[in-house]
């Protein structure tokens, strides 16, 4: 199994970025999939999932900001991020969700910095 996000950089508050995460090795279709993001000395937080059915669920600070979705077809899950704020900067990561725990080992995460 291989989950590699990308597309993270530095933008200034107000700004977007679009994360990316490949994955490789697992059924991508059949799963639930979500993005977390993790600040240097905090736990990693669930930000944002979506069901193979395309459900979607999103923390409250992200819900009308972000939007997660998938392209099974490129075994892609994509995160949308608009009017970053700086508490939105952390390190984030795709994984597979079951019952609201992530399932394998993590993968290479994108850093994402908002500036003030």
């Known amino acids: 199994v291989q989950l590699q996000a990308s597309g993270g950089g530095l933008v200034q508050a107000g700004g977007s970025l679009r994360l990316s995460c490949a994955a490789s090795?697992?059924?991508?279709?059949?799963?639930?999939m979500a993005w977390f993001r993790q600040v240097p000395g905090k736990q990693r937080e669930l930000v944002a999932s979506?069901?193979?059915?395309?459900?979607?669920n999103y923390i409250d600070s992200v819900k009308g900001r972000f939007t997660i979705s998938r392209d099974n077809a490129k075994k892609t899950l994509y995160l949308q991020m608009n009017s970053l704020q700086p508490e939105d900067t952390a390190v984030y990561y795709c994984?597979?969700?079951?019952?609201?725990?992530?399932?394998?080992?993590w993968g290479q995460g994108t850093l994402v910095t908002v500036s003030s």
């Open positions: 979506i069901t193979s059915s395309t459900i979607t």
């Open positions: 994984n597979r969700l079951v019952r609201g725990e992530p399932v394998y080992r």
């Open positions: 090795g697992i059924m991508f279709s059949l799963y639930t």
